[in-house]
C-alpha cells in the first residue's frame, strides 16, 4: 500500500489557480498510475485528470477543458495538479489516487488520499 498526502488546496476567487500536490509515501511511486478525483457536496466522486507510471500519457476529463494540468515527479514521489481559470463548479475535495492499471474509474485505484478542499467563489 501507498500512503498519499494532498496539499494546496484553499479558497480562491473565479478565474484564480491554485496547484494541488500529492505526497507519495512508497519508493516504489513509479510503479503506480496516479489520478486526480473531485467530489462535491451531494455529488458522485468523478474523474478529473490521470497520468501514466512514466509520465508519458494524461488524460483528462472533457469539463478540464485545457485548464488542469496534471505532473509527476518520479525522483520525488509527488504527482501534481495545475488548476488555472477555476470556475465555482470547480469546488469540490480534491482526491489524489494510486493504481497499478491506467484508468479513469475510481474502482481501479486502490489506494487514496484524504483529499484537500478548494473552494471557488464567485
Known amino acids: 500500500q501507498v500512503q498519499l498526502v494532498e496539499s494546496g488546496g484553499g479558497l480562491v476567487q473565479a478565474g484564480g489557480s491554485l496547484r494541488l500536490s500529492c505526497a507519495a509515501s512508497e519508493h516504489t511511486f513509479s510503479s503506480y498510475h496516479m489520478a486526480w478525483f473531485r467530489q462535491a457536496p451531494g455529488k458522485e466522486r468523478e474523474f478529473v485528470a490521470s497520468?501514466?507510471?512514466?509520465?508519458?500519457?494524461?488524460y483528462s476529463a472533457d469539463f478540464v477543458k485545457g485548464r488542469f494540468t496534471i505532473s509527476r515527479d518520479n525522483a520525488k514521489n509527488m504527482v501534481y495538479l495545475q488548476l488555472n481559470s477555476l470556475k465555482p463548479e470547480d469546488t469540490a475535495l480534491y482526491y489524489c489516487?494510486?493504481?497499478?492499471?491506467?484508468?479513469?474509474?475510481?474502482?481501479?485505484?486502490?489506494?487514496w488520499g484524504q483529499g484537500t478542499q478548494v473552494s471557488v467563489s464567485s
Open positions: 497520468i501514466s507510471r512514466s509520465g508519458g500519457v494524461t
Open positions: 489516487a494510486a493504481g497499478l492499471r491506467y484508468s479513469a474509474y475510481p474502482g481501479m485505484y486502490d489506494n
